[in-house]
């Protein structure tokens, strides 16, 4: 069975400060999927960054990074810079690659407030 | 624009009441999802459904029922079974889980169901 563990019930930062997320995963499959979403005080999850078992290079999107390390089995996130429109409950997610069945687990969550 | 609805935004049920959340997408998904998110929890899966007329429980479907007569729909039925069905509900929907690609979500802006 997959799992997904985020320990960080609740991250609080102050403007401007870099924060990491962090995540580690559990599978038995060879191919798998990691996933960040981000859910706003609105509700609806918002897709951040997919990344296949097969490519372990690190990714940048503006102030966002991602660290995927096989070894330790960790796909964390970090904001740069962190700003106030940042706070937002942060889900780490896993599937696994198999035709007719790839159905997304869920971390439990970071909660990351930035004040300003 | 392409995307999933949801409703209603916020449902209050009598105690041994069934009420049906709706959802709704028009981005040509194939597969449909409804998770239940509780405080501290994550989001945990509740049903999914892969084409129309078929659909299979996931790990919590106790008490929850759906169908899939359309492409569009799936909607959800919670039973007056379900103990405790206070929690916010969401639908999400991606492209076919046929070719072992898992690919990401696109999730509704859910629904708060109450018990009142």
């Known amino acids: 069975a997959q799992k997904v563990t985020q320990a960080q019930t609740e991250i609080s930062v102050v403007e401007k400060e870099d924060v990491t997320l962090d995540c580690v995963y559990e599978t038995r499959d060879t191919t798998y999927y990691l996933f960040w979403y981000k859910q706003p005080p609105s509700g609806e999850l918002v897709f951040l960054i997919r990344?296949?078992?097969?490519?372990?290079q690190n990714e940048i999107s503006g102030r966002y990074s991602w660290n995927f390390q096989k070894s330790t089995s960790s796909f964390n996130f970090t904001i740069t810079a962190s700003q106030v429109v940042d706070s937002a409950v942060y889900f780490c997610?896993?599937?696994?690659?198999?035709?007719?069945?790839?159905?997304?687990?869920f971390g439990k969550g970071t909660m990351l407030l930035v004040s300003p | 624009d392409g995307g999933i609805t949801q409703s209603p935004k916020y449902l209050f049920r009598k105690e041994g009441q069934n009420v049906t959340l709706s959802c709704e997408q028009n981005l040509n998904h194939d597969a449909m999802y409804w998770y239940r998110q509780d405080p501290g929890q994550g989001l945990r899966l509740i049903y999914y459904?892969?084409?129309?007329?078929?659909?299979q429980k996931g790990d919590i479907a106790e008490g929850y029922s759906v169908s899939r007569e359309k492409k569009e729909s799936f909607p959800l039925t919670v039973t007056s079974a379900q103990k405790n069905p206070t929690a916010f509900y969401l639908c999400?929907?991606?492209?076919?889980?046929?070719?072992?690609?898992?690919?990401?979500?696109?999730f509704g802006s859910g629904t708060r169901l109450t018990v009142v």
């Open positions: 997610a896993l599937s696994e690659a198999r035709p007719g069945y790839s159905t997304l687990t």
């Open positions: 999400a929907s991606s492209k076919s889980l046929d070719t072992g690609v898992a690919y990401g979500y696109t």
């Open positions: 459904s892969q084409i129309v007329n078929d659909f």
């Open positions: 990344r296949n078992s097969f490519d372990e």
